[in-house]
């Protein structure tokens, strides 16, 4: 399944808790984002600490609020024709909290199972064949048997207890993967198992997309797609392999021998008080953008193959 968005923007309303009487002020936490992610690829969402990373998956999967305070404008679609709605998202998609919510006294094999059984329509042998398959896929093999566990009792470590949230939702082998930083917390090579298990599973067909925060030099490597945000705009969409290029013909050098991931972060990070400087350097990256970048993958979208599924499955 294809995903796409177009014109996205996410306000809202903030009061000061200094003064009581003070006027709400509006934020604008994505500005006009738009891309699409066709099946077969995974894609990253980077940016520093409030770039809107979240926030842009979480209207991807129609998890924003659209209420009074907050207002999300836009169109997220599937294969360019149907518009993605929270009530039937879990039809064909998925999505991993970044703190997920396991129960402790459950072994890993019981939590998928237990998954499976809520989700499927299935008989019994079935969905056993389907989570043996999950953990096999997973490499959970030999902790299938181990308790999840928690502050007080000893469990799984951290990879196996991301890769068995990652099982969870797979139960129902979605056309569409969603991740909130699946590498949180995670030592840098956990995270690169993780993100090759992404990547795998991307290969499959599946459309896979999830933020992450700094990745080591090796896990960037991996990625396919790139999708990097600053201040709630995109200043670059594409190929990963190719974002160190692209940078450094605007103006935006990578020292040689240095993680790109680490050099982006520093390098496009927004403060809360913005300088002359900040403002100046985000004009130049999102005018580049516009030029560069932004009619080219419009003309790709527009002249893309259209993904198409079987109205069942929505």
């Known amino acids: 399944m294809k995903l796409s968005w177009h014109n996205l923007t996410y306000t809202v309303k903030t009061k ?34 409030g770039a809107g990373k979240t926030t842009l998956l979480n209207a991807l999967c129609d998890r924003l609020t659209n209420s009074k305070p907050a207002k999300l404008q836009g169109q997220v679609l599937i294969n360019d024709t149907h518009s993605v709605r929270q009530s039937s998202f879990g039809k064909y998609g998925a ?10 006294t ?16 299935l008989p019994p042998h079935q969905i056993s064949a389907r989570v043996d398959t999950i953990i096999e896929d997973l490499g959970l093999n030999n902790c299938r048997h181990t308790f999840i566990g928690n502050q007080l009792i000893k469990g799984l470590s951290g990879g196996e207890r991301k890769r068995t949230a990652i099982g969870i939702e797979l139960v129902t082998d979605p056309q569409i993967l969603c991740l909130d930083e699946p590498t949180s917390g995670l030592d840098s090579f956990t995270a690169h198992k993780i993100i090759k ?57 990578v020292p040689s021998y240095s993680n790109p991931a680490d050099y982006f972060l520093q390098k496009f990070y927004m403060p809360f008080n913005k300088s002359e400087e900040d403002v100046r350097t985000l004009e130049i990256l999102t005018e580049a953008y516009k030029t560069k970048l932004s009619d080219k993958r419009n003309d790709q979208t527009n002249q893309g193959e259209c993904y198409r599924s079987r109205r069942s499955r929505y």
Do not use: W
């Open 197 to 253: 298990l992404l990547v795998s599973q991307a290969k499959l067909g599946k459309t896979v997309v999830a933020t992450i925060h700094q990745p080591s030099s090796q896990t960037f490597g991996l990625f396919d797609k790139l999708i990097l945000l600053m201040d709630g705009h995109q200043i670059y969409q594409g190929a990963a392999s190719q974002s160190v290029e692209y940078f450094e013909s605007i103006g935006f050098s």
């Open 16 to 49: 000061s808790r200094v003064y009581k009487n003070s006027n709400s002020k509006e934020k604008t936490i994505l500005k006009l984002q738009s891309g699409s992610i066709k099946p077969g690829h995974a894609c990253f969402i980077m940016g520093s600490s």
């Open 95 to 104: 999505y991993v909290m970044q703190d997920d919510v396991l129960f402790p």
């Open 106 to 121: 459950l072994t890993c094999e019981e939590v998928i199972t237990f998954s499976a059984r809520l989700k499927l329509i």
